[in-house]
């Protein structure tokens, strides 16, 4: 018999994260071929490479190579070499994660080529079109052929916008990371460096923020004051580390070196809170019952803002930040905002009634 032949797209961490839940369950299927591409947005091993070898993610048939270009140019390549793949290998399928410019050039490239799409993590907004995010997973959302949302305000958004009058299939599925929290934290890891007992978890790597001197240095500037609170654990972001360098700004706390999903989850469980402007890290502080600070003025993950666990804190605000302090860090009783823990098998069942 002939196997279903499943193209998937990715080219950033989280995608890697996401990514190896699915190739998990594809891999057990007789039925399904995966043919693995890495676009190579994420071309540092210490940002790509150390997933491939730590979650057991097959290595990709093809790396494209594609980095450090502005966005227009690195979207333009990647669709340019992905639709030759596609040409090539034929899939019946492309799978495409999340937001980044990886995924939208992997939808575009094989609906150019008639070849459906599956986009994982559908049906997100922001409603910040400066975010180039919000741009891609629109775009992503509207031509493609199976959206799986991961909550329901996901697809809530997309009702409002008319795509159950599309020619597409809308499935709630539940968060596919929440797999991966679930599987993979019996992984976690020490990482190298010492771990102190009384902690912040910092990420900061969004465009908007690191290319920015003025939010750049507000965003150090309160971590600075934060640091004579609590000690920072900073893993930072080699596009972060140059900026902070670039603008000439000066973090009175120790800036780590990136660390692995596995070292990040041993963090995530140790942590006092979370500082980020990272979708995925305000997810997972969730699933790890820790509170986060978002820097930024909005979030695709409403629920968790609209239900009092988390805080968007772009502008920064002293009497909010007191507020955030005097109250409990950790999240006592979750809401069930993200499935089960079974995304990946309840996809893999989409898709074969797709493919059959």
């Known amino acids: 018999m002939k196997k279903a032949k499943i193209l998937t797209v990715v080219g950033a961490r989280p995608q890697f994260i996401k990514a190896s839940m699915l190739s998990m369950e594809l891999a057990q299927d007789p039925v399904f071929e995966e043919v693995l591409v890495h676009t190579g947005q994420h071309f540092d091993p210490e940002m790509s490479q150390i997933f491939f070898e730590e979650m057991g993610l097959p290595q990709p048939k093809y790396n494209l190579g594609i980095h450090s270009l502005p966005h227009g140019a690195m979207t333009g390549r990647m669709l340019e070499a992905l639709e030759s793949l596609i040409m090539k290998e034929k899939p019946h399928l492309v799978v495409v994660y999340g937001d980044t410019n990886s995924t939208l050039a992997g939808a575009l490239a094989a609906k150019k080529q008639k070849v459906p799409v599956a986009h994982i993590e559908a049906g997100l907004r922001s409603y910040d079109m400066n975010m180039p995010e919000e741009i891609n997973r629109v775009l992503t959302d509207r031509i493609s052929d199976l959206l799986f949302c991961p909550t329901e305000t996901a697809v809530n958004n997309l009702k409002k916008e008319g795509f159950n009058d599309l020619p597409c299939k809308i499935y709630l599925v539940g968060d596919i990371m929440y797999d991966a929290s679930l ?91 979370v500082v980020t402007d990272s979708g995925g890290l305000q997810k997972e502080a ?71």
């Not at 890891?189 to 990420?203: D, G, H, M, S």
């Not at 360098?245 to 995530?268: I, N, Q, T």
């Not at 988390?310 to 007191?322: A, C, I, K, V």
């Open 183 to 273: 599987y993979f934290r019996k992984f976690s890891k020490k990482p190298l460096f010492e771990v102190p007992e009384n902690f912040v978890l910092v990420t900061i790597h969004r465009e908007e923020n690191v290319e920015n001197f003025d939010r750049l240095f507000s965003i150090i500037s309160f971590l600075n004051k934060l640091s004579r609170m609590y000690s920072i654990i900073f893993p930072v972001h080699p596009r972060t580390r140059k900026a902070i360098k670039k603008f000439g700004l000066v973090p009175s706390f120790d800036l780590m070196p990136p660390v692995s999903y596995f070292e990040m989850l041993y963090l995530l469980e140790r942590c006092k809170f």
């Open 286 to 356: 969730y699933f790890f019952c820790k509170r986060c600070l978002i820097m930024r003025e909005n979030t695709e993950w409403k629920e968790l803002v609209l239900n009092g666990f988390h805080l968007l804190f772009m502008p920064f605000s002293d009497e909010q930040f007191n507020k955030f302090l005097s109250s409990d860090f950790e999240i006592k009783k979750q809401i069930n905002f993200y499935g089960n823990g079974k995304a990946a098998k309840s996809i893999l069942r989409k898709i074969s009634e797709f493919v059959a």
